[in-house]
């Protein structure tokens, strides 16, 4: 026995009771000696000067352990605590000691009171045979000790004495062999640690600025599967809703539509925005350019022929409008994609990639969406991406990223990696090869530099029993083709984990599994890793109060901190404090952080822009990190950038990403950090091309201009906009708006004018138009498709004859082209209200219900699932001016039926341009009998309230020219600038209609439309929330009842107050503002009654506050048997 062995056997003073170790013989076999002994100072009634502890008999700042938890004074047994045997290493016995399953570790505060630490370590007996570890010891980060590969045949090891003073926080980790081996149960036995002082551990909080901190665990209303951070800095979540409720979409379950929440991060208060007919389970989430959040695919049930039972998807499309808490659908793919994965493109086109339809093998060829319409990648076939035996879940959120080239980069799941050139036509395979030789299964892949992507663990199968790896990699994107290299691994081997990229271009690994699983699994890992990219070395963090595995998410907030829900704990949430939101000391409290000031909302590429800092100190860096959506491990669009930037006194010069490529157009969180790299709590700009919100005359680069014409048309395909036909044979024209030059494409097979081209599957189609002059025109019998990639026009079918006609409205819903008004006579009569339907997908028409009125010259617009109709005359000789249509008819693709809105279009015109814009359709331009100048106004027509509003005119009044949207900017060519066909324009110019709607004025009025429930109002009376197809939010009836909720209100200020609502016979409503004075009183009132109305009528009250105002209160109210529901209350400054 050794002398510290002999010691060890008597009874030693532990500083705060005795505690008596038994006598442990070192293994003959040992490789290290003990070279001198450890004095033990006698037990007197005083302070020792040091103190010998056991670290079994203490308690460690946290454990993690591979399947169960660490056990104190016995090996590790089966999954629950306390069922292991007696520590056993080599045929040696050792009666205390800490018992783990590699990977495993170990904490303990320390606060520098350590003098030295030793322990016997090796693999239990109890273990099967096989396993084996490495044990290591590290001393705040740095590697102490280190035992190489022990097997399960070598006998016990000593570590020696191991010099630990100084020593904050020790760590004691256990590897495992990468091996596939599961049971390496490993030992630390005989764990003693010399300390200075009587307290030789500590609570952690001297560490937080190494390990940062987990937050109290947050209920959470629906199990966060899916989760988006908004432009406002909130986050939405949802799952799906099964009959059960929410929570797991089980085979055999209800599945018809899904629980959406959104909730403020400052408060993480709650409020419910649900999908009103889709299952967004499975679905893929991306932003436009323009903020809107785009949801793929979804959930369609379950595949019951399927042995597997394996899901299937939907081919839905849905915007939702963050303003209004609206979901409104969009054009429809081609495929349904269940587990698509969404990524937005250097040109803010959204690429939709991989996802299961309704069989195996999946969804084969991506598609791309821009411009309102879907482009499929024909030339992108992904079979080969399919492993035998794995189909369809090996096209299941694919890992996906846009390189610096603007080519996506495929970075798994499986075992292979490829380029796919997106940008135009249908898409191309550049690069193809194999990335190693595993797969990564419900692993990630992180792009934490533009040309920088890291792949971390996943498992080798795809299989719920499939073992995870440790093992990560750095993908290359500089080159002509990406790189693959190793660099360090994990410290414990993941599946179905959360990579998050931090203020400071770290990435934070959170949850996951020794393996996949899914359900609830017996080896979830707490406690995170952090990688950094500049040094290629993993940290880890503090460790976790919930497991975060399978069908969990995680998103930096703007605060720097990182929200991370489901997974194990399905309805909860925390919050993960990284390591630089504290002081540099040993305080643990949080570190004071710059403050920004002031900062744009928008910027250009390359643009330098002013970021104001509340102080003059120094700043260190600037940067920034995209908003997040996460589910199954994927966060595709989440990336870091550093931007350059100069500073004079509190300023900050600061310089945009230069183009799409490296920072798709969107929305980023930008953190400036002060001299010890603490940032600042993020300002949410927005960057992308220039976004004028006044028209602006588009110039070139090159000289190129748009050829004058009239009647034309215009399309957007591929990131570029089109100008087709108009009066005489004209060719046609593409714009490129990246490169700002206007190219000739060649001409039409005949002279096409007074129609309106749309986009299918990446092909234009022209469908009613007419041909020859005025004013006997005909009809265009002929379908015409148009393929901007090859040039080829063909005729694919015909109007039925006794329907066709030209200068007809047209658009396209559920991938069905739909032919609306019309004339059948030139310009000598015939306006018809006929509503047709061109099926492209079986070649067949069918008859709809006619519309309310005749009109022609005008353009259709579809918003969500309604079709709506404004501008536009019947046109006849000799005045073919002056019969313009002021009324609005909208047609529901749910209903099935027609209706004219209370509000008509404010200026009555015909030959106008219009186009929709989120939940908006925005009318340009026109020509009437009221003037002979081209008109030069433009109307946005809120779509869901049925309210008009003003934007900026155009610079050159024009009427009957081509019109496009490309990330919710307007571009509009060509036309007339008077009455009639002269003088035909050859100019262009260009609106950031979306940004211009977006600056609307601010409703005073916190949930006028509801969408947080009936938060902040108070309901008197009889008042449910009740939902109603026609809105797109929740709306309140009220009976015999009233709504009131208070704003701030200013003497003298002019206000518009307003409401949509429907009321019944029997009583009598109202729409009132009270104005109170300091004291809440009521000192006056301006109201608005309402009519009976069976129909969805607006609401106006317009008034100036009276001196004495302090506040303003607006009421809603209904007396008798009357049922008022109302929805989208404002209040706005005038």
Not at 376 to 405: E, F, K, M
Not at 533 to 546: D, E, F, I
Not at 847 to 867: E, M, Y
Request: net charge neutral; aromatic share 8%.
């Amino acid at each position: 026995m050794s002398i510290l062995h002999r010691a060890l056997a008597k009874p030693v003073l532990s500083g705060l009771a005795f505690v008596a170790i038994s006598a442990v013989s070192a293994p003959a076999a040992s490789q290290i000696t003990p070279s001198r002994s450890v004095s033990i100072p006698p037990a007197v009634n005083r302070p020792p000067t040091s103190a010998t502890y056991v670290l079994s008999d203490l308690t460690p700042l946290f454990t993690e352990g591979s399947l169960g938890p660490v056990e104190r004074n016995q090996s590790v047994g089966g999954l629950g605590a306390n069922d292991g045997t007696p520590l056993v290493i080599g045929g040696q016995s050792f009666s205390k000691g800490l018992g783990t399953r590699a990977p495993s570790v170990i904490a303990y505060d320390l606060g520098g009171t350590g003098v030295y630490f030793s322990a016997w370590v090796g693999l239990d007996d109890a273990a099967p045979a096989g396993g084996s570890a490495r044990f290591q010891v590290l001393g705040d980060g740095a590697l102490l000790y280190d035992s190489g590969l022990r097997l399960d045949t070598n006998p016990a090891l000593f570590t020696g004495r191991i010099d630990v003073r100084g020593v904050r926080e020790l760590l004691l980790v256990t590897l495992d062999a990468d091996d596939g081996f599961t049971s390496d149960h490993a030992d630390w036995a005989q764990p003693v640690l010399v300390s200075k002082g009587r307290q030789p551990v500590r609570d952690g909080r001297a560490i937080r600025r190494v390990r940062g901190q987990w937050e109290p665990v947050l209920s959470w209303p629906v199990q966060p599967i899916h989760a988006t951070l908004l432009p406002d800095g909130s986050i939405l979540s949802h799952a799906g809703v099964a009959a059960s409720g929410p929570g797991d979409p089980s085979p055999g379950a209800s599945h018809d539509s899904t629980r959406v929440d959104v909730s403020d991060p400052a408060t993480f208060s709650h409020f419910t925005v649900d999908h009103p007919t889709e299952e967004l389970y499975g679905s893929g989430q991306a932003r436009l350019a323009d903020g809107t959040l785009l949801g793929l695919g979804g959930f369609a049930g379950r595949n019951g022929g399927a042995a597997s039972g394996q899901p299937f998807g939907r081919d839905q499309a849905s915007l939702f409008l963050e303003g209004s808490g609206a979901w409104i659908p969009a054009a429809t793919m081609e495929s349904a994609r269940w587990g698509t994965t969404a990524l937005t493109l250097g040109d803010g086109s959204v690429l939709a990639l991989g996802g299961s339809d309704a069989a195996a093998p999946g969804a084969l060829r991506p598609e791309v969406f821009l411009g309102g319409a879907w482009r499929t990648l024909l030339g992108v076939d992904l079979s080969g991406y399919l492993s035998v035996g794995n189909a369809p879940l090996d096209l299941t959120y694919p890992r996906a990223h846009v390189a610096p080239d603007g080519r996506v980069f495929w970075s798994g799941w499986d075992e292979k990696m490829g380029m796919i050139d997106a940008r135009t036509g249908t898409g191309a395979w550049s690069f193809q090869s194999t990335r190693e030789g595993i797969r990564r299964a419900w692993g990630t892949s992180t792009q934490v530099r533009p040309d920088y992507v890291v792949l971390s663990g996943g498992v080798d199968q795809i299989a719920s029993n499939g073992s995870a790896v440790r093992s990560a990699l750095r993908c290359s994107l500089g080159g002509a083709n990406p790189t693959v290299q190793a660099v360090d691994p994990m410290l414990f081997r993941r599946a179905d984990h959360n990579a998050t990229i931090l203020a400071d271009g770290t990435m934070l690994v959170t949850g996951g599994n020794a393996g996949h699983a899914d359900g609830v699994s017996a080896s979830p890992w707490r406690v995170g890793e952090i990688f950094d990219p500049v040094t290629g070395k993993w940290s880890l963090t503090s460790r976790a109060r919930r497991a975060r595995g399978f069908r969990s998410a995680a998103l930096l907030l703007p605060d720097g901190r990182v929200w991370t829900g489901g997974g194990q704990d399905p309805l909860s949430a925390q919050v993960y404090t990284p390591p630089y939101l504290f002081r540099s000391d040993t305080s643990g409290s949080l570190a004071p952080r710059p403050l920004i000031q002031s900062a744009p909302d928008v910027a250009a590429y390359s643009q330098t822009f002013a970021v104001g800092m509340a102080s003059g100190a120094a700043i260190s860096r600037v940067t920034l990190v995209r908003l997040g959506s996460s589910t199954h491990g994927t966060n595709s669009d989440q990336r870091f950038l550093e931007l350059g930037f100069s500073q004079a006194g509190a300023t900050l010069s600061v310089t945009a990403p230069a183009r799409g490529h490296e920072a798709p157009p969107g929305h980023y969180m930008l953190f400036a950090f002060d001299g010890v790299g603490v940032p600042s709590v993020a300002r949410i700009v927005r960057f992308g091309p220039p976004r004028p919100t006044a028209w602006q005359l588009l110039t070139s680069t090159n000289g190129s201009a748009p050829l004058a014409r009239h009647e034309t048309a215009a399309v957007t395909v591929g990131g570029k906009f089109y100008l087709i036909g108009g009066r005489g044979f004209r060719p046609t024209q593409e714009y490129d708006p990246v490169n700002r030059t206007w190219t000739s494409v060649g001409v039409p097979p005949f002279e096409m004018h007074h129609f309106q081209p749309v986009v299918v599957d990446g092909l234009v189609y022209v469908v009613g138009a007419f041909t020859g002059g005025y004013p006997n025109e005909q009809n265009v019998v002929s379908v015409y498709t148009w393929d901007p990639q090859t040039n080829v026009w063909q005729v694919v079918s015909s109007v039925p004859a006794a329907r066709a006609r030209g200068s007809a409205g047209t658009a396209i819903h559920d991938g069905k082209i739909y032919l609306v008004g019309g004339n059948n006579q030139g310009h000598n009569g015939g306006a018809r209200p006929w509503f047709d339907c061109f099926d492209p997908a079986t070649n067949t028409w069918t008859v709809l219900p006619d519309a309310p009125r005749a009109r022609d010259h005008f353009l259709a617009s579809v918003v969500g699932n309604r079709l709506v109709l404004a501008g536009g005359r019947t046109t006849d000789l000799p005045n073919p001016f002056d019969k313009t249509i002021p009324e609005v008819d909208v047609y529901d693709f749910t209903t099935g039926l027609w209706k004219t809105l209370a509000e008509n279009l404010p200026t009555e015109r015909a030959g106008t341009m219009a186009v929709p814009i989120g939940r908006h359709v925005v009318v340009m331009g026109g020509e009437s009998n009221a003037m002979t100048p081209a008109h030069g106004e433009v109307e946005a027509l809120d779509v869901f309230a049925e309210r008009w509003t003003t934007l900026p005119s155009l610079v050159t009044p024009r009427h009957s020219g081509g019109v496009g949207v490309l990330d919710g900017r307007v571009f509009l060519a060509a036309g007339s600038g008077n009455q009639g066909g002269t003088p035909e324009l050859g100019t262009a110019e260009l609106l950031a209609a979306s940004d211009v709607l977006a600056a609307e004025p601010l409703n005073l009025i916190v949930n006028g439309g509801f969408q947080r429930g009936l938060d902040g109002w108070a309901v008197a009376g009889g008042g449910e929330l009740v939902a109603d197809a026609g809105i797109a939010a929740p709306s309140l009836r009220l009976v015999a009842g009233s709504v009131q909720r208070t704003a701030p209100g200013q003497p003298g200020q002019a206000y518009a107050s307003r409401m949509l609502y429907r009321l019944t016979a029997g009583g009598s409503a109202a729409l009132r503002i009270e104005y109170l004075n300091s004291g809440g009183s009521v000192i006056g009132q301006a109201q608005s009654a309402l009519s009976v109305s069976a129909a969805w009528r607006t609401a106006e009250v317009l008034f100036s506050a009276p001196a004495g105002t302090a506040a303003l209160r607006v009421v809603a109210a209904v007396s008798g048997s009357a049922e008022l529901t109302v929805d989208d209350l404002t209040l706005a400054l005038r």
